[in-house]
Structures are given as structure tokens and as C-alpha cells.
């Protein structure tokens, strides 16, 4: 047995590595990636596991993300279960390829380390290129530990490739803070892997062959069929919600971990104002709710794993009757002057029973910036301030006070 | 809602991209002068839309998808094709 195998064991293990196990337990028939800092030591596991002989890939090696792409295009047009892994301008490079997958709706899944985007030139931590990317069709999950990398790179299959969804999925891991650092990881045995993705067997999917050729993607379509594509891909985003709350209970039933979804909320079934926060932030941040409830602060948080589509519905539920909503944005949205998440939570504020909660964003962990425990208690204190009599101001910059 | 296509996503079989007739698109036509077409096939290897079709005495362009572009009568050697502008 190899040195490595590691399956059925608890290791310490960094989220590149975590999800290159949740890639070996997924079984991919085509892989095509190119390296990239932080996502690099993802590749080079996967390419270890694969030489050690634990799994048998076709393992393609592109001279960029934008060929990586295209392989994975073919192969999945072919019928293959396809795996690559990119960051920041990585991401930017693969850009036409990347829409022709999820125009083509085909069920790729790619894991994203994210990184900041130029310019300026920056090898550092942060989310801009993943939200650079949110209106291009493909369902992102962010996760917040190295176990949850690894279990949503195995959930991210049961929903690309069911076939009420047929959608490329990204699973989103801050690099750095995620992608190199080690935490306690469970990695499950094949045999749980293989038992959860059981039912995709049944699913039927269309697939090109010699014998039966079809055309994708490769002619111009008159304006009503091109709508209809757009509406179905649209529906498709819509079902894919829900899904991922059934995937997510199912998971737990086989992997004993869950992770609830669309949404995390945490303590805010009697909360008073919440805060809200999307990827590795969130252990801090939990935290630190924890030591506000014990200060007597009826604080909770709200966690979001699915950022697109987005988890309206289940927002929408967990919002409503808060007094407050603080949200700790790791990107900025030009044009906006703050945040994505602030922008997404406004668009809410109307749909929310009751009277509509003071909203406050937080700009925090740009470049590579740790977001400590002290900036997630500013965030509580000015929220719980503006709770209790306004005046704040609505966008802060953490990093320049 | 009316749907038109069976499929989930843009994807069709080999023949159905056939229906969208590209020819309407054209603002001049190919007309081949058949007494002078010499079928050296020349028009048929440079159609980039590959849409010359070869009758018995001559080439001739499938007006359903020829757009137009004029690259047959650029190429012909025997100068047997003419552009025709179409009237609206």
C-alpha cells in the first residue's frame, strides 16, 4: 500500500491538499490543470496521488489555464468526470473557455484558491478573483476549513452532474490562510466517497460520441432559442439551491459533517443583529460571537458557502426581524463603493419582514491582511452601535483606521 | 413557456444547425456564367462557408448559406462567376 494513501485516516493537512484528496475520492476520469501560486501544491498532490498509483486520470498538461479549460470541455462534451484548479489571473487567462463551460452547461469541477487580482501585481490572499467571476454562469461555493474544501470538492459533483442542475461548480479557498495552512482533516474511505456519489450513475447525461455526433455551442442560434438557453441555464441556478441543501443533509448522513448548505447560521435563532461573513473569516468570527454572547451581546452569524446563485430564499429567513447586519467583505465591487456582499445584501433589504435592518459593510483583508479577532470585534461593536442609536458610517475600511 | 429545442443547453444534432439559412444574410450573390465555368473546383476548395455544390456541368454556390463574401469569384481562374447585388 502506499506511503500516502491516507484514506479512512485523520491527518493535519493544508486545504491544497485536503482537496486534492477530495479530488482522489471523487475518481475523475480527465484532469487538466496549470500551476499556479497559491493552488500549486493542490496539483502537485494530485499528480503525486496519481503516480503512486491510488487513482488512474488522464492527466493532461496544458501550456495555460485557457488550453486546461478546453481539454476539460472536450472531456466533458465526451461524458468524463473533469477536474481542474486555478487562481487569480490564472482564472482571467481561462476567461472564454471558462463561459463556454457553463454556457455549454457542462458539470466541470474547478477549485478555486483565491487570490487578488492586478493590478497591483500581488501574490496575496484575498477574494477578487472569484467574485470577478460571479455572473459567469458557474455555481461557487467558498468554504471556510480544509475539511470543508475537501468535502465540497466531493459535494460540488453530486451537484454539477445531477441532471436537474448540469452546472460547473467552483469550490472557492482563500489562499494562504486556507490553501497553505495545516489544520485536522478526516479524509473518508473510498468506499463513503463512492456510496455518496452512487447516484449519479442513474443520472442521465448526454454525451458525444463518434457514433451518435452532436454539435455544441458551434452555431449561431435565432434570438428566441438563444433566450430559451439562457432561461433554462437560469432555471437550472435556481434548482441547484435547494439542491445543495439536500446534498448537504445526505452528506451528513454518510460522512457524519455538515455544513447546512446554502447558508451557515450560527446563533441567530434569538440573535437581536447579525453578522455575516464568506469564507475563512468565519472561524474567527465565530469566535468572537461566542464572546460577545458571554459579554451578554445577542449576536449571531451568518455564513454564506453558496455565493451564486445566490441563497436569497434562505437569507432572506435568516435576516428577517434582525435589527442589524454587519457584513465583513474580503473584496471590493468597483462602481459600488464597498463590498459584493453589501451590494447583494441591499438588494434583499425590500424582501425582509419587518422593518428593514441597519446594514453596515467592512472592508477587511484585502492584499493579504488578516481579518483578527480585534477587526471581527470592531464589526460586532459598531453594528451593535448602530443598532442602538445609527451613526456609523455605512462602508468602513478596516485596514485604513 | 414555449420551448423550441429539446436540450438543456445549446446543443443540437448534426442536421439541425442546417435550418438556420445563413443565405439570409447575404447583400450579393455568386452567379456562375456556366458556358465559361471550366469545374476546376477551385470555387468548391475556397468557399470558407463550403457551401459550392458541383452540378453536372459546373459549379454552382447553395444560395440557402452562401454569404456572399465573394471569395469564389475572387479565385475562379476562368473568371466565370459574377457578383449580383441583391435587391431588397
Not at chain 1, 255 to 265: A, K, L, P, T, V
Not at chain 1, 341 to 364: H, M, R, S, W
Request: net charge negative; aromatic share 8%.
Amino acid at each position: 500500500m502506499s506511503g500516502i494513501d491516507w484514506r479512512g485516516q485523520v491527518r493535519v493537512l493544508d486545504g491544497n491538499r485536503a482537496g486534492a484528496f477530495g479530488v482522489l475520492l471523487a475518481r475523475p476520469d480527465v484532469i487538466a490543470s496549470y500551476p499556479i501560486t497559491p493552488q500549486t501544491p493542490l496539483l502537485e498532490m494530485v499528480y503525486k496521488l496519481e503516480a503512486e498509483g491510488l487513482f488512474d486520470p488522464e492527466m493532461v498538461e496544458p501550456e495555460g489555464e485557457n488550453s486546461a479549460m478546453g481539454v476539460l470541455l472536450g472531456a466533458c462534451a465526451a461524458g468524463g468526470r473533469t477536474f481542474t484548479a486555478s487562481s487569480s489571473q490564472g482564472l482571467s487567462f481561462m476567461g472564454d473557455a471558462y463561459l463556454l463551460a457553463s454556457g455549454n452547461r457542462f458539470p466541470i469541477v474547478m477549485a478555486i484558491g483565491m487570490r487578488e487580482q492586478v493590478s497591483p501585481h500581488g501574490v496575496l490572499a484575498g477574494q477578487q478573483d472569484a467574485v470577478l467571476v460571479k455572473d459567469h454562469g458557474w455555481i461557487q461555493i467558498y468554504t471556510e476549513s480544509c475539511q470543508e474544501i475537501l468535502d465540497s470538492i466531493i459535494m460540488a459533483y453530486r451537484l454539477a452532474e445531477d441532471s436537474d442542475v448540469l452546472l460547473p461548480v467552483n469550490v472557492c479557498y482563500e489562499g494562504f490562510y486556507l490553501s497553505h495552512h495545516s489544520q485536522r482533516v478526516v479524509i473518508p474511505t473510498q468506499e463513503e466517497a463512492d456510496r455518496f456519489l452512487a447516484p449519479l450513475k442513474e443520472m442521465r447525461r448526454l454525451t458525444w460520441t463518434l457514433d451518435d455526433p452532436m454539435v455544441f455551442s458551434s452555431y449561431t442560434v435565432p434570438p428566441e432559442l438563444y433566450t430559451e438557453y439562457r432561461y433554462k441555464m437560469c432555471a437550472a441556478h435556481e434548482r441547484a439551491k435547494a439542491k445543495l441543501d439536500e446534498i448537504d443533509t445526505e452528506f451528513a448522513k454518510v460522512f457524519g459533517r455538515s455544513y447546512g448548505g446554502q447558508i451557515e447560521e450560527y446563533r441567530t435563532e434569538d440573535a437581536e443583529f447579525v453578522i455575516v461573513t464568506m469564507g475563512c473569516s468565519t472561524g474567527t468570527a465565530k469566535v468572537v460571537v461566542d464572546k460577545k454572547r458571554e459579554e451578554g451581546m445577542k449576536v449571531g452569524l451568518v455564513k454564506i458557502r453558496m455565493f451564486r446563485p445566490s441563497p436569497r430564499e434562505r437569507l432572506v429567513r435568516a435576516l428577517s426581524g434582525k435589527k442589524a447586519v454587519g457584513v465583513i467583505d474580503r473584496n471590493v465591487c468597483y462602481g459600488w463603493n464597498c463590498g459584493h456582499n453589501y451590494v447583494e445584501l441591499k438588494t434583499l433589504l425590500c424582501d425582509l419582514k419587518g422593518p428593514p435592518p441597519k446594514l453596515l459593510d467592512f472592508i477587511a483583508g484585502l492584499g493579504g491582511a488578516d481579518i483578527t479577532d480585534r477587526h471581527v470585534e470592531t464589526v460586532i461593536e459598531r453594528t451593535f452601535a448602530a443598532m442602538n442609536d445609527g451613526g456609523q458610517e455605512a462602508v468602513a475600511w478596516l485596514s485604513l483606521e | 413557456m414555449r420551448f423550441i429545442s429539446k436540450f438543456e443547453g445549446p446543443w443540437s444534432t448534426p442536421k439541425d444547425p442546417l435550418d438556420v439559412k445563413t443565405g439570409e444574410w447575404r447583400s450579393q450573390r455568386p452567379v456562375t456564367r456556366t458556358e465559361k465555368c471550366r469545374q476546376c473546383g477551385w470555387c468548391f476548395i475556397f468557399c470558407p462557408a463550403g457551401c459550392i455544390r458541383e452540378g453536372l456541368h459546373h459549379f454552382s454556390a447553395d444560395l440557402d448559406y452562401c454569404k456572399g463574401c465573394g471569395v469564389c469569384a475572387r479565385v475562379c481562374p476562368a473568371r466565370a462567376i459574377a457578383l449580383v447585388r441583391e435587391e431588397v
